[in-house]
Protein backbone atom coordinates (compact mmCIF):
# COMPACT_ATOMS: atom_id res chain seq x y z
CA UNK A 1 0.00 0.00 0.00
CA UNK A 2 1.60 3.42 -1.16
CA UNK A 3 1.95 6.12 1.79
CA UNK A 4 2.60 8.71 -0.82
CA UNK A 5 0.37 11.74 0.30
CA UNK A 6 -0.22 13.27 -1.47
CA UNK A 7 1.51 12.50 -4.79
CA UNK A 8 3.40 14.64 -7.10
CA UNK A 9 1.27 16.19 -9.46
CA UNK A 10 -1.58 15.95 -7.75
CA UNK A 11 -3.84 19.14 -6.96
CA UNK A 12 -3.58 17.64 -2.95
CA UNK A 13 0.36 18.48 -3.24
CA UNK A 14 1.49 22.27 -1.92
CA UNK A 15 3.04 24.67 -3.83
CA UNK A 16 6.44 25.02 -2.16
CA UNK A 17 7.39 27.75 -4.14
CA UNK A 18 8.68 30.88 -2.25
CA UNK A 19 8.27 33.38 -5.09
CA UNK A 20 7.07 36.68 -4.35
CA UNK A 21 4.19 38.58 -5.61
CA UNK A 22 5.61 41.14 -8.06
CA UNK A 23 3.69 44.94 -8.23
CA UNK A 24 1.38 46.20 -10.52
CA UNK A 25 -1.22 48.96 -10.46
CA UNK A 26 -4.39 49.29 -12.68
CA UNK A 27 -7.97 50.96 -12.09
CA UNK A 28 -11.02 48.65 -10.92
CA UNK A 29 -14.19 49.26 -11.83
CA UNK A 30 -14.80 50.14 -15.12
CA UNK A 31 -11.40 52.44 -15.90
CA UNK A 32 -11.16 55.30 -17.39
CA UNK A 33 -12.70 54.91 -20.47
CA UNK A 34 -15.89 53.47 -18.49
CA UNK A 35 -16.36 50.59 -21.17
CA UNK A 36 -15.92 46.91 -20.56
CA UNK A 37 -12.74 45.22 -21.11
CA UNK A 38 -13.06 43.14 -24.97
CA UNK A 39 -12.64 39.80 -24.88
CA UNK A 40 -8.81 39.38 -26.57
CA UNK A 41 -8.29 36.32 -29.50
CA UNK A 42 -6.78 33.33 -28.60
CA UNK A 43 -3.18 34.24 -30.18
CA UNK A 44 -2.48 37.03 -28.38
CA UNK A 45 1.39 37.29 -27.51
CA UNK A 46 2.90 36.44 -24.47
CA UNK A 47 5.33 38.68 -23.26
CA UNK A 48 6.13 37.22 -19.95
CA UNK A 49 7.32 40.77 -18.61
CA UNK A 50 6.15 41.85 -15.06
CA UNK A 51 2.50 44.24 -15.73
CA UNK A 52 3.50 47.81 -15.89
CA UNK A 53 2.68 50.36 -13.14
CA UNK A 54 -0.40 52.43 -13.25
CA UNK A 55 -2.03 50.43 -16.42
CA UNK A 56 -5.48 50.08 -16.40
CA UNK A 57 -6.94 47.07 -18.00
CA UNK A 58 -10.39 48.40 -18.26
CA UNK A 59 -9.59 50.82 -21.34
CA UNK A 60 -11.60 48.87 -24.11
CA UNK A 61 -8.33 47.60 -25.44
CA UNK A 62 -8.07 44.05 -26.29
CA UNK A 63 -5.96 42.71 -23.36
CA UNK A 64 -2.82 40.26 -23.84
CA UNK A 65 -2.71 36.86 -23.18
CA UNK A 66 -1.24 37.57 -19.57
CA UNK A 67 -4.64 39.87 -18.86
CA UNK A 68 -7.82 39.55 -18.41
CA UNK A 69 -11.10 40.46 -16.58
CA UNK A 70 -11.23 37.70 -13.89
CA UNK A 71 -8.01 35.12 -12.94
CA UNK A 72 -9.64 31.94 -11.79
CA UNK A 73 -6.72 30.03 -9.78
CA UNK A 74 -7.59 26.36 -10.14
CA UNK A 75 -9.55 24.20 -12.47
CA UNK A 76 -11.35 22.01 -9.72
CA UNK A 77 -14.89 21.85 -9.49
CA UNK A 78 -15.65 25.28 -8.03
CA UNK A 79 -12.72 27.06 -10.62
CA UNK A 80 -14.36 25.64 -13.85
CA UNK A 81 -17.34 26.46 -12.59
CA UNK A 82 -16.95 29.89 -11.94
CA UNK A 83 -15.26 30.47 -15.01
CA UNK A 84 -17.76 28.74 -16.85
CA UNK A 85 -20.18 31.73 -15.44
CA UNK A 86 -18.28 34.10 -16.12
CA UNK A 87 -17.53 33.61 -20.20
CA UNK A 88 -21.28 32.49 -20.15
CA UNK A 89 -22.22 36.23 -18.97
CA UNK A 90 -19.15 37.59 -21.40
CA UNK A 91 -16.21 38.58 -18.93
CA UNK A 92 -12.72 37.29 -20.36
CA UNK A 93 -11.52 34.87 -17.85
CA UNK A 94 -7.93 33.06 -17.48
CA UNK A 95 -8.03 29.63 -15.61
CA UNK A 96 -5.05 28.85 -14.10
CA UNK A 97 -4.09 25.36 -13.17
CA UNK A 98 -1.01 24.06 -11.60
CA UNK A 99 -1.82 20.37 -12.96
CA UNK A 100 -2.63 18.90 -16.49
CA UNK A 101 -5.76 17.63 -17.49
CA UNK A 102 -6.22 14.38 -16.86
CA UNK A 103 -5.09 14.44 -13.46
CA UNK A 104 -6.01 12.10 -10.28
CA UNK A 105 -7.49 13.76 -7.03
CA UNK A 106 -8.25 12.27 -4.24
CA UNK A 107 -12.13 12.49 -3.63
CA UNK A 108 -15.29 9.74 -3.08
CA UNK A 109 -17.03 10.26 -6.69
CA UNK A 110 -19.87 10.67 -5.07
CA UNK A 111 -22.43 13.02 -6.54
CA UNK A 112 -25.65 13.68 -5.14
CA UNK A 113 -28.97 15.34 -6.59
CA UNK A 114 -27.55 18.86 -5.66
CA UNK A 115 -24.21 18.21 -7.46
CA UNK A 116 -26.21 17.05 -10.54
CA UNK A 117 -28.43 20.14 -10.37
CA UNK A 118 -25.20 22.31 -10.70
CA UNK A 119 -24.25 20.34 -13.41
CA UNK A 120 -27.53 20.54 -15.24
CA UNK A 121 -27.40 24.60 -14.99
CA UNK A 122 -23.47 24.28 -16.86
CA UNK A 123 -25.52 22.66 -19.61
CA UNK A 124 -24.00 19.39 -18.75
CA UNK A 125 -26.28 16.66 -19.67
CA UNK A 126 -26.66 13.63 -16.76
CA UNK A 127 -27.66 11.22 -18.56
CA UNK A 128 -27.65 7.26 -18.20
CA UNK A 129 -23.85 5.94 -20.23
CA UNK A 130 -21.68 8.43 -21.63
CA UNK A 131 -19.45 7.82 -18.59
CA UNK A 132 -21.91 8.43 -16.41
CA UNK A 133 -23.32 5.93 -13.43
CA UNK A 134 -26.56 6.93 -12.07
CA UNK A 135 -27.89 6.04 -8.42
CA UNK A 136 -31.30 6.22 -6.97
CA UNK A 137 -30.62 7.36 -3.67
CA UNK A 138 -28.06 6.17 -0.33
CA UNK A 139 -27.91 3.05 1.49
CA UNK A 140 -27.27 3.08 4.95
CA UNK A 141 -25.45 0.29 6.84
CA UNK A 142 -24.94 0.36 10.69
CA UNK A 143 -26.59 -0.41 14.63
CA UNK A 144 -27.03 -3.74 13.61
CA UNK A 145 -29.51 -2.05 10.89
CA UNK A 146 -29.53 -1.75 7.12
CA UNK A 147 -31.50 0.63 4.71
CA UNK A 148 -32.02 2.39 1.24
CA UNK A 149 -33.25 5.64 1.20
CA UNK A 150 -34.44 6.89 -2.48
CA UNK A 151 -32.96 10.35 -3.37
CA UNK A 152 -36.43 12.79 -2.71
CA UNK A 153 -38.03 13.38 -5.51
CA UNK A 154 -38.83 17.52 -5.52
CA UNK A 155 -38.74 20.48 -7.93
CA UNK A 156 -35.71 21.64 -6.67
CA UNK A 157 -33.42 18.99 -7.39
CA UNK A 158 -33.79 15.83 -9.41
CA UNK A 159 -34.11 12.36 -7.78
CA UNK A 160 -31.13 10.87 -8.90
CA UNK A 161 -27.33 11.19 -8.08
CA UNK A 162 -24.15 9.86 -10.00
CA UNK A 163 -20.42 8.55 -9.83
CA UNK A 164 -17.79 9.59 -12.00
CA UNK A 165 -14.14 9.38 -11.50
CA UNK A 166 -12.45 12.76 -10.32
CA UNK A 167 -9.57 11.96 -12.76
CA UNK A 168 -12.94 12.11 -15.73
CA UNK A 169 -14.81 14.86 -13.95
CA UNK A 170 -12.84 17.78 -13.76
CA UNK A 171 -11.16 17.42 -16.93
CA UNK A 172 -14.91 17.07 -18.45
CA UNK A 173 -16.00 20.65 -16.56
CA UNK A 174 -12.34 22.05 -17.51
CA UNK A 175 -13.03 21.62 -20.88
CA UNK A 176 -16.60 22.58 -20.89
CA UNK A 177 -15.66 25.91 -19.11
CA UNK A 178 -12.85 26.43 -22.93
CA UNK A 179 -15.51 25.58 -25.07
CA UNK A 180 -17.60 28.60 -22.92
CA UNK A 181 -14.48 30.82 -23.98
CA UNK A 182 -12.37 30.36 -20.61
CA UNK A 183 -8.65 30.55 -21.65
CA UNK A 184 -7.77 27.61 -19.51
CA UNK A 185 -3.24 27.19 -18.43
CA UNK A 186 -2.35 24.24 -17.39
CA UNK A 187 0.90 23.72 -15.86
CA UNK A 188 0.89 26.99 -14.32
CA UNK A 189 1.00 27.25 -10.84
CA UNK A 190 0.03 30.37 -9.15
CA UNK A 191 2.71 31.21 -6.61
CA UNK A 192 1.39 34.20 -5.47
CA UNK A 193 -0.80 37.58 -5.90
CA UNK A 194 0.36 40.75 -7.31
CA UNK A 195 -1.07 44.15 -5.27
CA UNK A 196 -1.68 48.03 -6.20
CA UNK A 197 0.62 49.43 -3.62
CA UNK A 198 -1.72 52.70 -3.22
CA UNK A 199 -4.67 50.84 -2.67
CA UNK A 200 -3.67 47.34 -1.64
CA UNK A 201 -6.33 45.74 -3.82
CA UNK A 202 -5.40 42.74 -5.69
CA UNK A 203 -4.35 43.55 -9.64
CA UNK A 204 -2.89 40.07 -10.62
CA UNK A 205 -0.98 36.88 -9.78
CA UNK A 206 2.60 35.63 -10.31
CA UNK A 207 2.95 32.17 -11.58
CA UNK A 208 5.42 29.33 -12.25
CA UNK A 209 5.11 27.59 -15.30
CA UNK A 210 5.05 24.06 -13.10
CA UNK A 211 5.98 21.35 -15.96
CA UNK A 212 7.83 20.41 -18.57
CA UNK A 213 6.25 17.92 -21.14
CA UNK A 214 7.60 14.69 -20.58
CA UNK A 215 10.79 13.66 -23.05
CA UNK A 216 10.35 12.38 -26.33
CA UNK A 217 9.87 8.81 -26.64
CA UNK A 218 8.66 8.63 -23.30
CA UNK A 219 5.19 6.76 -24.20
CA UNK A 220 1.91 7.64 -24.04
CA UNK A 221 1.59 6.90 -20.13
CA UNK A 222 4.78 8.89 -19.08
CA UNK A 223 4.12 11.95 -16.79
CA UNK A 224 4.66 15.45 -16.84
CA UNK A 225 8.01 16.25 -14.84
CA UNK A 226 8.08 19.25 -12.12
CA UNK A 227 10.49 21.42 -13.19
CA UNK A 228 10.89 23.50 -10.64
CA UNK A 229 13.15 26.37 -12.64
CA UNK A 230 10.27 26.42 -14.98
CA UNK A 231 9.68 30.29 -16.50
CA UNK A 232 7.94 33.07 -14.34
CA UNK A 233 4.96 34.18 -15.77
CA UNK A 234 2.57 37.62 -14.38
CA UNK A 235 -1.27 37.58 -15.14
CA UNK A 236 -3.12 41.10 -14.50
CA UNK A 237 -7.06 41.12 -14.02
CA UNK A 238 -9.68 43.01 -12.07
CA UNK A 239 -9.98 40.44 -10.02
CA UNK A 240 -8.89 37.01 -8.45
CA UNK A 241 -10.79 34.00 -7.58
CA UNK A 242 -8.88 31.51 -4.95
CA UNK A 243 -10.10 27.88 -6.27
CA UNK A 244 -7.19 26.50 -5.23
CA UNK A 245 -8.52 24.00 -2.95
CA UNK A 246 -8.52 23.18 0.80
CA UNK A 247 -4.94 24.55 1.77
CA UNK A 248 -5.56 27.56 -0.68
CA UNK A 249 -2.04 29.42 -0.44
CA UNK A 250 -3.60 32.57 -2.15
CA UNK A 251 -6.44 32.79 0.50
CA UNK A 252 -2.84 32.30 2.83
CA UNK A 253 -0.72 34.91 1.59
CA UNK A 254 -3.94 37.34 2.25
CA UNK A 255 -3.97 36.54 5.87
CA UNK A 256 -7.13 34.15 4.96
CA UNK A 257 -6.56 30.89 7.53
CA UNK A 258 -8.36 28.42 8.37
CA UNK A 259 -10.53 29.30 11.91
CA UNK A 260 -10.45 26.72 14.56
CA UNK A 261 -13.39 27.51 15.09
CA UNK A 262 -14.99 25.45 12.52
CA UNK A 263 -15.19 21.80 11.75
CA UNK A 264 -12.75 19.88 9.89
CA UNK A 265 -12.65 16.70 8.10
CA UNK A 266 -10.39 13.97 6.86
CA UNK A 267 -10.76 11.44 4.61
CA UNK A 268 -8.84 8.83 2.60
CA UNK A 269 -10.23 6.29 -0.17
CA UNK A 270 -8.79 3.35 -2.70
CA UNK A 271 -10.61 1.77 -5.45
CA UNK A 272 -11.34 -2.52 -5.42
CA UNK A 273 -11.81 -4.34 -8.34
CA UNK A 274 -14.79 -5.90 -6.85
CA UNK A 275 -18.53 -7.55 -8.18
CA UNK A 276 -19.91 -4.70 -6.20
CA UNK A 277 -18.94 -2.19 -8.59
CA UNK A 278 -22.32 -1.69 -10.62
CA UNK A 279 -24.66 -0.47 -7.56
CA UNK A 280 -27.06 2.31 -7.96
CA UNK A 281 -27.14 2.98 -4.39
CA UNK A 282 -24.43 4.99 -2.70
CA UNK A 283 -23.90 3.24 0.52
CA UNK A 284 -22.70 4.36 3.61
CA UNK A 285 -21.66 2.46 6.93
CA UNK A 286 -21.71 4.40 10.24
CA UNK A 287 -19.89 1.30 12.09
CA UNK A 288 -15.93 2.91 12.07
CA UNK A 289 -14.74 1.84 15.19
CA UNK A 290 -11.58 2.49 17.47
CA UNK A 291 -11.63 -0.11 19.99
CA UNK A 292 -14.69 0.24 22.33
CA UNK A 293 -15.28 3.68 20.40
CA UNK A 294 -18.00 4.57 17.73
CA UNK A 295 -16.17 7.03 15.51
CA UNK A 296 -18.18 10.33 14.14
CA UNK A 297 -17.53 9.69 10.78
CA UNK A 298 -18.70 7.09 7.57
CA UNK A 299 -17.07 4.71 5.52
CA UNK A 300 -18.32 4.29 2.08
CA UNK A 301 -18.26 1.93 -0.67
CA UNK A 302 -19.77 3.80 -4.43
CA UNK A 303 -19.73 1.42 -7.06
CA UNK A 304 -18.43 2.82 -10.01
CA UNK A 305 -19.83 0.74 -13.02
CA UNK A 306 -16.24 0.36 -14.56
CA UNK A 307 -15.32 -3.13 -12.47
CA UNK A 308 -14.18 -0.94 -9.52
CA UNK A 309 -15.80 0.86 -6.16
CA UNK A 310 -14.47 3.39 -4.29
CA UNK A 311 -13.79 2.84 -0.87
CA UNK A 312 -12.85 4.83 1.91
CA UNK A 313 -13.97 7.10 5.10
CA UNK A 314 -13.81 10.15 6.41
CA UNK A 315 -14.04 11.09 10.32
CA UNK A 316 -14.77 15.16 11.73
CA UNK A 317 -12.35 16.84 13.98
CA UNK A 318 -14.68 16.74 16.75
CA UNK A 319 -13.72 13.58 18.48
CA UNK A 320 -10.39 13.22 20.76
CA UNK A 321 -9.43 10.46 18.41
CA UNK A 322 -9.35 12.32 15.47
CA UNK A 323 -5.44 13.30 15.30
CA UNK A 324 -3.80 10.39 16.93
CA UNK A 325 -5.95 8.19 14.51
CA UNK A 326 -4.22 5.74 11.87
CA UNK A 327 -6.60 6.23 9.09
CA UNK A 328 -5.01 3.47 6.54
CA UNK A 329 -5.06 0.96 9.37
CA UNK A 330 -9.12 2.04 10.42
CA UNK A 331 -9.57 1.40 6.22
CA UNK A 332 -8.47 -1.87 6.73
CA UNK A 333 -9.94 -3.00 9.98
CA UNK A 334 -13.16 -1.97 8.93
CA UNK A 335 -12.86 -3.63 5.23
CA UNK A 336 -11.56 -6.91 6.83
CA UNK A 337 -14.96 -7.22 8.25
CA UNK A 338 -16.23 -7.54 4.99
CA UNK A 339 -17.44 -10.50 2.79
CA UNK A 340 -14.65 -11.91 1.21
CA UNK A 341 -16.54 -12.68 -2.32
CA UNK A 342 -16.70 -8.39 -2.17
CA UNK A 343 -13.08 -8.63 -2.97
CA UNK A 344 -12.06 -5.92 -0.93
CA UNK A 345 -8.85 -7.52 -0.29
CA UNK A 346 -5.25 -6.16 -0.92
CA UNK A 347 -4.26 -7.94 -4.00
CA UNK A 348 -7.62 -6.16 -5.50
CA UNK A 349 -6.80 -2.83 -4.73
CA UNK A 350 -6.18 -0.86 -7.67
CA UNK A 351 -5.03 2.21 -6.60
CA UNK A 352 -3.07 3.31 -3.57
CA UNK A 353 -4.87 4.58 -0.62
CA UNK A 354 -4.65 8.82 -0.44
CA UNK A 355 -6.49 11.23 1.86
CA UNK A 356 -6.65 15.24 2.18
CA UNK A 357 -8.68 17.51 4.35
CA UNK A 358 -12.41 18.02 4.25
CA UNK A 359 -12.73 22.03 4.90
CA UNK A 360 -15.79 22.10 6.27
CA UNK A 361 -18.93 24.18 7.37
CA UNK A 362 -16.85 27.97 5.95
CA UNK A 363 -13.31 27.58 8.30
CA UNK A 364 -11.94 29.81 5.98
CA UNK A 365 -14.16 33.28 6.19
CA UNK A 366 -14.03 36.18 4.98
CA UNK A 367 -14.95 34.83 1.62
CA UNK A 368 -13.97 38.37 -0.02
CA UNK A 369 -11.42 40.67 0.52
CA UNK A 370 -9.48 43.04 -1.70
CA UNK A 371 -10.31 42.30 -4.58
CA UNK A 372 -9.98 38.09 -4.22
CA UNK A 373 -12.76 36.05 -3.90
CA UNK A 374 -12.73 32.57 -2.60
CA UNK A 375 -14.99 29.44 -3.80
CA UNK A 376 -15.16 26.15 -2.82
CA UNK A 377 -12.68 24.37 -0.63
CA UNK A 378 -10.78 27.20 -0.10
CA UNK A 379 -13.45 29.17 1.38
CA UNK A 380 -13.78 25.84 3.41
CA UNK A 381 -17.86 25.16 1.56
CA UNK A 382 -18.04 21.10 2.72
CA UNK A 383 -21.17 20.55 3.63
CA UNK A 384 -20.05 20.02 7.61
CA UNK A 385 -23.70 17.14 7.54
CA UNK A 386 -22.05 15.27 5.19
CA UNK A 387 -18.60 15.65 3.68
CA UNK A 388 -20.21 16.36 0.25
CA UNK A 389 -17.82 19.19 -1.34
CA UNK A 390 -18.14 19.16 -5.24
CA UNK A 391 -22.10 20.71 -5.43
CA UNK A 392 -20.81 23.23 -2.93
CA UNK A 393 -17.71 24.26 -5.12
CA UNK A 394 -19.87 24.24 -8.27
CA UNK A 395 -22.64 26.25 -6.10
CA UNK A 396 -19.97 28.82 -4.51
CA UNK A 397 -18.48 29.10 -8.43
CA UNK A 398 -21.58 30.39 -9.91
CA UNK A 399 -23.04 32.49 -6.91
CA UNK A 400 -19.09 34.41 -7.11
CA UNK A 401 -19.52 34.36 -11.09
CA UNK A 402 -22.68 36.50 -10.57
CA UNK A 403 -21.29 38.73 -7.94
CA UNK A 404 -18.58 39.27 -10.24
CA UNK A 405 -20.69 40.22 -13.20
CA UNK A 406 -22.52 42.63 -11.31
CA UNK A 407 -19.42 43.89 -10.17
CA UNK A 408 -17.39 44.15 -13.15
CA UNK A 409 -20.10 46.42 -14.65
CA UNK A 410 -20.58 49.08 -12.30
CA UNK A 411 -18.91 52.16 -13.45
CA UNK A 412 -16.70 53.02 -10.15
CA UNK A 413 -14.80 51.16 -8.25
CA UNK A 414 -16.58 51.90 -4.92
CA UNK A 415 -20.07 50.67 -6.90
CA UNK A 416 -17.44 47.60 -7.86
CA UNK A 417 -16.31 47.22 -4.43
CA UNK A 418 -19.94 47.06 -2.53
CA UNK A 419 -21.09 44.45 -5.18
CA UNK A 420 -17.91 42.43 -4.34
CA UNK A 421 -19.07 42.94 -0.59
CA UNK A 422 -22.50 41.17 -1.18
CA UNK A 423 -20.76 37.10 -2.28
CA UNK A 424 -20.07 36.59 1.39
CA UNK A 425 -23.86 37.98 2.30
CA UNK A 426 -25.28 35.59 -0.76
CA UNK A 427 -23.12 32.99 0.43
CA UNK A 428 -24.48 33.52 4.37
CA UNK A 429 -28.03 33.54 2.59
CA UNK A 430 -27.46 30.26 1.34
CA UNK A 431 -25.77 28.23 3.78
CA UNK A 432 -25.23 30.46 6.57
CA UNK A 433 -28.20 28.88 8.96
CA UNK A 434 -27.84 24.96 7.85
CA UNK A 435 -24.07 25.47 8.53
CA UNK A 436 -24.32 26.77 11.52
CA UNK A 437 -27.10 23.66 11.94
CA UNK A 438 -23.95 21.20 10.55
CA UNK A 439 -21.48 22.69 13.42
CA UNK A 440 -23.83 21.65 16.05
CA UNK A 441 -24.65 18.14 14.21
CA UNK A 442 -20.61 17.61 14.11
CA UNK A 443 -20.37 18.55 17.91
CA UNK A 444 -22.97 16.05 19.32
CA UNK A 445 -21.88 13.02 16.79
CA UNK A 446 -18.16 13.65 18.34
CA UNK A 447 -19.44 12.48 21.93
CA UNK A 448 -19.54 8.51 21.48
CA UNK A 449 -22.67 7.79 23.85
CA UNK A 450 -24.42 10.00 20.89
CA UNK A 451 -23.32 8.48 17.67
CA UNK A 452 -24.11 5.27 18.99
CA UNK A 453 -27.46 6.16 20.55
CA UNK A 454 -28.38 8.06 17.06
CA UNK A 455 -27.54 4.48 14.54
CA UNK A 456 -28.89 1.90 16.64
CA UNK A 457 -32.28 3.92 17.03
CA UNK A 458 -32.26 5.83 14.18
CA UNK A 459 -31.25 2.86 11.42
CA UNK A 460 -34.42 0.76 12.77
CA UNK A 461 -36.97 3.90 11.98
CA UNK A 462 -37.08 4.79 7.86
CA UNK A 463 -39.17 8.08 9.08
CA UNK A 464 -36.73 8.90 11.20
CA UNK A 465 -33.97 8.11 8.31
CA UNK A 466 -36.01 9.52 5.91
CA UNK A 467 -36.29 13.36 7.74
CA UNK A 468 -32.15 12.23 8.52
CA UNK A 469 -31.35 11.74 4.75
CA UNK A 470 -33.06 15.16 3.72
CA UNK A 471 -31.28 17.21 6.59
CA UNK A 472 -27.45 15.67 5.78
CA UNK A 473 -28.22 15.59 2.16
CA UNK A 474 -29.68 19.22 2.31
CA UNK A 475 -32.04 18.30 -0.23
CA UNK A 476 -35.52 20.33 0.68
CA UNK A 477 -37.61 22.35 -0.74
CA UNK A 478 -36.91 26.11 -0.34
CA UNK A 479 -40.54 27.10 -0.44
CA UNK A 480 -43.58 24.93 0.45
CA UNK A 481 -42.54 21.17 0.58
CA UNK A 482 -43.65 19.13 3.05
CA UNK A 483 -43.23 18.72 6.30
CA UNK A 484 -40.08 17.78 7.13
CA UNK A 485 -39.01 20.40 4.45
CA UNK A 486 -40.87 22.84 6.74
CA UNK A 487 -38.99 21.83 9.76
CA UNK A 488 -35.30 21.33 8.30
CA UNK A 489 -36.03 25.01 6.73
CA UNK A 490 -37.09 26.33 9.64
CA UNK A 491 -34.23 25.19 12.02
CA UNK A 492 -31.80 26.58 9.02
CA UNK A 493 -33.67 29.92 9.45
CA UNK A 494 -33.75 30.11 13.12
CA UNK A 495 -30.01 29.03 13.22
CA UNK A 496 -27.95 32.17 13.27
CA UNK A 497 -25.82 32.77 9.71
CA UNK A 498 -22.72 32.89 11.23
C1 LIG B 1 -11.06 11.37 0.38
C2 LIG B 1 -12.07 12.40 -0.03
C3 LIG B 1 -13.31 11.99 -0.49
C4 LIG B 1 -14.26 12.94 -0.89
N1 LIG B 1 -15.44 12.48 -1.39
C5 LIG B 1 -16.35 13.36 -1.88
C6 LIG B 1 -17.53 12.89 -2.52
O1 LIG B 1 -17.75 11.68 -2.69
N2 LIG B 1 -18.42 13.81 -2.97
C7 LIG B 1 -18.21 15.15 -2.82
O2 LIG B 1 -19.07 15.94 -3.22
N3 LIG B 1 -17.07 15.63 -2.24
C8 LIG B 1 -16.13 14.77 -1.78
N4 LIG B 1 -14.96 15.23 -1.25
C9 LIG B 1 -14.72 16.69 -1.21
C10 LIG B 1 -14.34 17.22 -2.60
O3 LIG B 1 -13.28 16.45 -3.12
C11 LIG B 1 -13.92 18.69 -2.52
O4 LIG B 1 -14.84 19.40 -1.74
C12 LIG B 1 -13.86 19.31 -3.94
O5 LIG B 1 -12.83 18.73 -4.69
C13 LIG B 1 -13.63 20.83 -3.84
O6 LIG B 1 -13.45 21.37 -5.13
P1 LIG B 1 -12.54 22.68 -5.36
O7 LIG B 1 -12.65 22.98 -6.81
O8 LIG B 1 -12.89 23.71 -4.38
O9 LIG B 1 -11.07 22.22 -4.98
P2 LIG B 1 -10.16 21.11 -5.65
O10 LIG B 1 -10.98 20.03 -6.23
O11 LIG B 1 -9.15 20.75 -4.61
O12 LIG B 1 -9.44 21.85 -6.85
C14 LIG B 1 -8.41 22.78 -6.64
C15 LIG B 1 -7.63 22.93 -7.93
O13 LIG B 1 -6.70 23.99 -7.78
C16 LIG B 1 -5.45 23.60 -8.31
N5 LIG B 1 -4.43 24.41 -7.64
C17 LIG B 1 -4.10 24.40 -6.33
N6 LIG B 1 -3.14 25.30 -6.08
C18 LIG B 1 -2.86 25.90 -7.26
C19 LIG B 1 -1.94 26.91 -7.65
N7 LIG B 1 -1.13 27.48 -6.77
N8 LIG B 1 -1.92 27.29 -8.95
C20 LIG B 1 -2.75 26.73 -9.85
N9 LIG B 1 -3.62 25.74 -9.54
C21 LIG B 1 -3.69 25.34 -8.26
C22 LIG B 1 -5.39 22.12 -8.02
O14 LIG B 1 -4.45 21.46 -8.82
C23 LIG B 1 -6.82 21.70 -8.27
O15 LIG B 1 -7.04 21.36 -9.62
C24 LIG B 1 -13.98 14.33 -0.82
C25 LIG B 1 -12.73 14.74 -0.35
C26 LIG B 1 -11.79 13.80 0.04
C27 LIG B 1 -10.44 14.25 0.53
Known amino acids: ?16 SGAGPGRGTHSRGAGASGQRPRRTGSAAVSSGKPLSSGKALSSGKALSSDTADVIVVGAGPAGSAAAYHLATAGLDVLLLEKTSFPREKVCGDGLTPRAVKALTAMGIPVEPGNGWL ?22 SFPGYGTVRTRTDFDELLARHAQKAGVRLLENIAVTGLTTDERTGLVTGVTAREAAAPPAEG ?19 ARLVLAADGNSSRLSVSMGLRTRPDRPLGVAVRTYYKTPRHDDDYLEAWLDLWDGKQLLPGYGWIFGMGDGTSNVGLGLLNTSDAFGNIDYRALLKRWLAAMPAEWGFAE ?6 VRGAALPMGFNRTPHYT ?14 PFNGEGIAYAMESGELAARSVVQAL ?19 KQAYGGYYTLGRTFVKAIGHPSFMKFATRHGIKRPAVMRMTMKLLGNLTEPRGGDAVDRVINALSKMSPAA
Not at 409 to 427: D, I, K, M, N, W
Open 218 to 236: AGPGARASKRPNGAQRNFG
Open 347 to 352: ENMSQP
Open 1 to 16: MSEQYPPANHPDSEDR
Open 409 to 427: ARPTAAGTERVLQSYPAAL
Open 134 to 155: LNKGLRIIGGGGRIELAWPDLS
Open 370 to 383: RGLVLVGDAGGMVN
